[in-house]
């Protein structure tokens, strides 16, 4: 979504469609996604990660496991993960930045020169640390 967050954007909670970001006409900017159960509720627990809860109270979400642009410290990057820069301090649509957790292992930082190009431009930082073994 290319819409920058601004004054009088509101967040709100939706049994059908969980996590919700409006700007101030209604339409909705961001949401969560794949949430196939009906949402009770939600909270932020200590470490900052925010989970979307059932009835029960078992998690169906959280911002831990749906990085976007920002880590927190005992957040783990899973494999496949991804953070993307965001285009800048105020327009929180993708940016050009990404640090891809690969299936092999290996953690690994490259850019996108234009927004529409489905590729990436070479990889500018590479950990090495694929192990086929594990």
Known sequence: DTS???R??????????GLVLRDPQGSRLWSTENIVDSVSGGFMNDTGNF????????GI???FKNPSDTMLP??????????????????????RFY????????LVLNTRSVSR?????DEYY?????????
Not at 86 to 92: D, G, Q, V, Y
Not at 117 to 121: A, I, K, Q, S, V
């Open 8 to 17: 009088g954007s509101t967040v709100e909670i939706d049994a059908q469609n």
């Open 74 to 95: 005992t957040q783990i990057i899973e494999i496949n993960g991804k953070l993307v820069s965001r285009k800048s301090e105020t327009n929180f649509s993708r940016g």
């Open 51 to 58: 989970v979307i809860s059932r009835r029960d109270s078992s």
């Open 4 to 6: 920058p967050v601004s």
């Open 61 to 63: 979400w959280e911002s």
């Open 117 to 121: 190009n489905l590729g990436f431009d």
């Open 99 to 106: 640090l891809d957790m690969l299936n092999n292992g290996n």
């Open 126 to 134: 590479n950990s090495q640390t694929s192990d086929l073994a594990n």
